[in-house]
């Protein structure tokens, strides 16, 4: 099945600082979206993405949908302290299989972002 | 705003108990899932749902079993908890035309 890989699993960066992490896959997709997790609740959808080299931004957040189509990536610009959570990536690829499997999203594993004052 | 909410944030149940999870969304979402959330393994689907009445199992469905029988509501039923189904359970929906799944804030089940 599809896999995605994304990284790093978890950051620690300054606040003020830029952040960049990305998701990888096995192959093409044609939607990828990115999820904020705070701590205790459920991922809130940040930015979708439905084209390759599409560019989208969502106040400092600007994610991108990578050319090949097996890749996108989330740039958080001057990081402040709510940012932090877990951020994923989720995607769907197109898949010969008429299950009901191959209509649902493929999630990445998650990167932990911890934001030091 | 897209609206998913569920009945429980936190739960604790003993083993072998039946335990139901309620999801409700408000924005006439035809499709509607259920996923659990674990440490290291991340977001796995256990059910989904296509349309009121009608059900498909995810990845991990064994020991779980589901119910719509409203559009809006998509209830998750665990028969005889165990402690392994200790974990966050998250209810999702989404509109069929389209895959952004908006997701509950999830309900923290301990089984002990």
């Known amino acids: 099945g599809q896999q995605l890989n994304q990284s790093p699993q978890s950051m620690f960066i300054q606040e003020g600082e830029d952040v960049s992490m990305n998701c990888t896959s096995s192959s093409i997709f044609n939607t990828w979206l990115w999820y904020k997790q705070d701590p205790g609740e459920g991922p809130v959808l940040l930015i979708a993405?439905?084209?390759?080299?599409e560019l989208t931004s969502n106040g400092r957040l600007t994610a991108q949908f990578g050319i090949t189509r097996k890749d996108s990536f989330l740039n958080i610009s001057a990081s402040i302290p709510s940012d932090v959570g877990i951020y994923f990536c989720a995607g769907h690829g197109r898949s010969n299989s008429s299950s009901g499997s191959a209509r649902q999203l493929t999630f990445g594993s998650g990167t932990q972002l911890t934001v030091l004052p | 705003d897209v609206k998913v909410t569920q009945s429980s944030r936190y739960l604790v149940k003993r083993t072998g108990e039946k335990v139901f999870l309620e999801c409700v969304q408000d924005?006439?979402?035809?499709?509607m899932f259920w996923y659990r959330q674990d440490p290291g393994l991340g977001l796995r689907l256990i059910y989904f749902?296509?349309?009121?009445?009608?059900?498909e199992k995810g990845d991990i469905p064994e020991g779980y079993s589901v119910s719509r029988e409203k559009k809006e509501r998509f209830s998750l039923i665990l028969e005889s908890a165990s402690t392994n189904q200790t974990s966050m359970y998250l209810c999702?929906?989404?509109?069929?035309?389209?895959?952004?799944?908006?997701f509950g804030p999830g309900t923290r089940l301990t089984v002990t």
């Open positions: 999702a929906s989404r509109r069929s035309n389209t895959y952004e799944q908006y």
């Open positions: 749902s296509y349309d009121v009445k009608m059900k």
């Open positions: 924005m006439d979402h035809e499709n």
């Open positions: 993405l439905y084209k390759a080299g």
